[in-house]
């Protein structure tokens, strides 16, 4: 676009006939080699407890940070033509323009995106010194270009019409029109709301429109699971200087049913784990979305609910969560016991991405947490219930009021991805939480942190560095504590051999593929892996013996689209009290999950 075009009435009131194409098919772009290996980041702030048992009672498990798919981007210009720029031949100068004349200063009227110092660098070569009127039309095209090479590309300058100049020396005026959306137009939608989209192209649209920031709305709207291709078509509008934005969104399959098979359960209540969940990532058209889990092993029934609602453009929301858990001891001897329990969670929390682009988010959340556990034993040879006398419990149970405060970090590139997360929980002597007047009890501080580094070695092949930690002012009820054991932390143990107020792990795995089937849409990886932990407790309490685990190990890791299935054999390092009646106690641990989106 030139300048000129905005030079006299006549120019200023015709449409600006700029149209941008853009299309975005980033999923074809992605790193397949990473995405195969990724899930998403974010961390749910609570999650299932495991049931109660003699010597493993339940306590908040957080998922391992895997980190998110990392697709390449193209460059701008790739995705953005723009149409060649043509420079039109003004009908009429301004009054009382001559062979040349002294300009003294050049006054830029409209910017608010320059300061006066940008914009007198780039008119300070034409002051000072006689100029023609065709250098004078130059200056008005340097604003505009300075405009264009930022991004603003519907922005332009031009020299009023209406102006006369002295010959010995004047000021000369540029009018600057800066760019504006007038209307976001969406296309291509049945489920999801149209206002989704439109609302997010809206927050990057503000006056001057920037396409930088437009294409930049357009690729985080490609990286959400809802969506399956944008492209955005950005054409004149009605007045000088504003734009229509096309957009038109193919939706992605929302609804999906999973079913997974593991043993990673704690062997007291069964480590075998049958599981289906039903999720619709778009339940009500909002982009909200609905999971339902049911869960059971031998000894144990798991239901978790949970429903996330978007509540601004900037991609925050309030998740509910809910389950409820009832278990019995069946791993012998202690079956003889009869223990068995029942346990509810309720979760709200909010979550908001302060910093969100293609490479990176960083994100703040709070968490509101009720968490509620009943156990109690003998009561088929005693006639009644008896109950069980957990640490911090009163009369068999424990209710915890907990606030949570965490943060979410994500870096990434086409070679790595860093993601980590802190957490800060607070436990609160309120609404009737268990007071029993020294630790355990309700009332705590303990503080989470996890981290996680995948490095892509070459195709297919990856490099991934696991940390995890918590920290206790004092002695926590088991529901809080840090587990250290089984396929999650360090393999070769039963899950969640040791359980203490405090622990440190680190895990390094080698991911290298040993086959590939293209027809499956999938690759075999051997995983080398090694694995470290420690543990202590607080407020004088015994630490266990032996408080740290350690372990080396073998693995193969499948993944395709729909299948993805894992078998992992850890040797331990050190010696440690163990049965050896299950798998994963000999070190074997296996999982399956199997997913039909619909």
Same mark, same amino acid.
């Given at each position: 676009?030139?300048?000129?075009?905005?030079?006299?009435?006549?120019?200023?009131?015709?449409?600006?006939?700029?149209?941008?194409?853009?299309?975005?098919?980033?999923?074809?772009?992605?790193?397949?080699?990473?995405?195969?290996?990724?899930?998403?980041?974010?961390?749910?702030?609570?999650?299932?407890?495991?049931?109660?048992?003699?010597?493993?009672?339940?306590?908040?498990?957080?998922?391992?940070?895997?980190?998110?798919?990392?697709?390449?981007?193209?460059?701008?210009?790739?995705?953005?033509?723009?149409?060649?720029?043509?420079?039109?031949?003004?009908?009429?100068?301004?009054?009382?323009?001559?062979?040349?004349?002294?300009?003294?200063?050049?006054?830029?009227?409209?910017?608010?995106?320059?300061?006066?110092?940008?914009?007198?660098?780039?008119?300070?070569?034409?002051?000072?010194?006689?100029?023609?009127?065709?250098?004078?039309?130059?200056?008005?095209?340097?604003?505009?270009?300075?405009?264009?090479?930022?991004?603003?590309?519907?922005?332009?300058?031009?020299?009023?019409?209406?102006?006369?100049?002295?010959?010995?020396?004047?000021?000369?005026?540029?009018?600057?029109?800066?760019?504006?959306?007038?209307?976001?137009?969406?296309?291509?939608?049945?489920?999801?709301?149209?206002?989704?989209?439109?609302?997010?192209?809206?927050?990057?649209?503000?006056?001057?429109?920037?396409?930088?920031?437009?294409?930049?709305?357009?690729?985080?709207?490609?990286?959400?699971?809802?969506?399956?291709?944008?492209?955005?078509?950005?054409?004149?509008?009605?007045?000088?200087?504003?734009?229509?934005?096309?957009?038109?969104?193919?939706?992605?399959?929302?609804?999906?049913?999973?079913?997974?098979?593991?043993?990673?359960?704690?062997?007291?209540?069964?480590?075998?784990?049958?599981?289906?969940?039903?999720?619709?990532?778009?339940?009500?058209?909002?982009?909200?979305?609905?999971?339902?889990?049911?869960?059971?092993?031998?000894?144990?029934?798991?239901?978790? #609910?949970?429903?996330?609602?978007?509540?601004?453009?900037?991609?925050?929301?309030?998740?509910?969560?809910?389950?409820?858990?009832?278990?019995?001891?069946?791993?012998?001897?202690?079956?003889?016991?009869?223990?068995?329990?029942?346990?509810?969670?309720?979760? #709200?929390?909010?979550?908001?991405?302060?910093?969100?682009?293609?490479?990176?988010?960083?994100?703040?959340?709070?968490?509101?947490?009720?968490?509620?556990?009943?156990?109690?034993?003998?009561?088929?040879?005693?006639?009644?219930?008896?109950?069980?006398?957990?640490?911090?419990?009163?009369?068999?149970?424990?209710?915890?009021?907990?606030?949570?405060?965490?943060?979410?970090?994500?870096?990434?590139?086409?070679?790595?991805?860093?993601?980590?997360?802190?957490?800060?929980?607070?436990?609160?002597?309120?609404?009737?939480?268990?007071?029993?007047?020294?630790?355990?009890?309700?009332?705590?501080?303990?503080?989470?942190?996890?981290?996680?580094?995948v490095r892509l070695l070459a195709p297919d092949t990856l490099l991934l560095l696991r940390a995890d930690a918590q920290l206790a002012d004092r002695a926590l009820v088991p529901l809080e504590q840090f587990g250290l054991g089984g396929q999650q932390t360090v393999r070769g143990y039963r899950q969640d051999l040791l359980l203490t107020d405090n622990a440190f792990f680190v895990s390094a795995e080698l991911r290298y593929p040993i086959l590939r089937a293209p027809q499956l849409g999938?690759?075999?990886?051997?995983?080398?892996?090694?694995?470290?932990?420690?543990?202590?407790?607080?407020?004088?309490?015994?630490?266990?013996?032996?408080?740290?685990?350690?372990?080396?190990?073998?693995?193969?890791?499948?993944?395709?689209?729909?299948?993805?299935?894992?078998?992992?054999?850890?040797?331990?390092?050190?010696?440690?009290?163990?049965?050896?009646?299950?798998?994963?106690?000999?070190?074997?641990?296996?999982?399956? #999950?199997?997913?039909?989106?619909?």
């Open positions: 676009m030139s300048a000129e075009y905005f030079l006299s009435p006549k120019y200023q009131m015709r449409s600006l006939n700029l149209l941008i194409f853009a299309t975005l098919f980033l999923d074809n772009l992605s790193l397949s080699s990473v995405k195969a290996q990724t899930v998403n980041i974010h961390l749910v702030a609570q999650t299932r407890t495991n049931l109660p048992a003699p010597e493993t009672l339940p306590r908040p498990q957080l998922p391992q940070p895997t980190p998110p798919e990392t697709p390449t981007l193209p460059p701008p210009e790739d995705l953005f033509q723009t149409p060649r720029e043509t420079t039109p031949t003004p009908e009429t100068a301004p009054s009382g323009v001559r062979d040349t004349i002294l300009v003294t200063r050049f006054e830029v009227i409209g910017s608010t995106v320059f300061s006066p110092e940008e914009l007198a660098t780039v008119t300070q070569e034409f002051t000072g010194k006689p100029i023609t009127f065709a250098e004078l039309l130059r200056v008005s095209d340097a604003v505009t270009k300075l405009y264009t090479d930022k991004g603003y590309i519907s922005s332009g300058a031009f020299i009023p019409a209406d102006q006369t100049f002295k010959s010995r020396g004047d000021v000369v005026k540029i009018q600057v029109i800066e760019g504006s959306v007038e209307s976001i137009e969406v296309r291509g939608l049945k489920r999801l709301n149209s206002d989704y989209v439109r609302s997010r192209i809206a927050v990057a649209t503000g006056k001057p429109l920037n396409v930088n920031k437009l294409l930049q709305a357009l690729q985080l709207l490609q990286l959400n699971p809802l969506i399956k291709n944008i492209s955005a078509e950005l054409a004149a509008g009605s007045r000088p200087g504003s734009s229509i934005i096309d957009v038109k969104v193919s939706e992605a399959k929302t609804f999906s049913a999973q079913v997974s098979l593991n043993n990673n359960r704690v062997p007291s209540i069964g480590s075998f784990q049958r599981q289906i969940q039903l999720t619709q990532a778009n339940l009500l058209g909002l982009g909200d979305g609905l999971s339902i889990a049911y869960a059971n092993t031998d000894g144990s029934n798991d239901v978790d #609910v949970s429903y996330t609602l978007p509540v601004n453009p900037y991609n925050g929301t309030v998740q509910f969560q809910y389950n409820y858990t009832s278990s019995n001891v069946v791993e012998e001897p202690f079956d003889v016991l009869d223990i068995e329990g029942r346990s509810q969670d309720f979760a #709200v929390t909010f979550r908001q991405p302060l910093i969100q682009t293609p490479t990176t988010e960083f994100a703040l959340g709070i968490t509101a947490n009720r968490r509620n556990s009943d156990i109690g034993y003998l009561e088929s040879l005693a006639g009644e219930r008896i109950p069980f006398p957990s640490p911090g419990s009163v009369d068999g149970q424990t209710r915890l009021s907990v606030l949570r405060f965490f943060q979410d970090w994500t870096q990434r590139n086409s070679r790595e991805v860093f993601a980590a997360r802190s957490q800060f929980s607070f436990g609160l002597d309120a609404f009737d939480a268990t007071n029993s007047g020294a630790p355990p009890d309700s009332r705590f501080f303990s503080w989470r942190g996890q981290a996680q580094w999938g690759v075999l990886q051997l995983t080398p892996f090694i694995d470290y932990g420690t543990t202590y407790n607080s407020s004088n309490r015994a630490d266990p013996d032996p408080n740290s685990l350690a372990s080396v190990g073998l693995g193969l890791l499948w993944q395709s689209d729909r299948i993805n299935a894992r078998f992992d054999w850890g040797i331990p390092l050190i010696d440690a009290n163990s049965r050896n009646n299950t798998l994963q106690e000999n070190g074997l641990y296996f999982s399956l #999950v199997y997913t039909q989106p619909f």
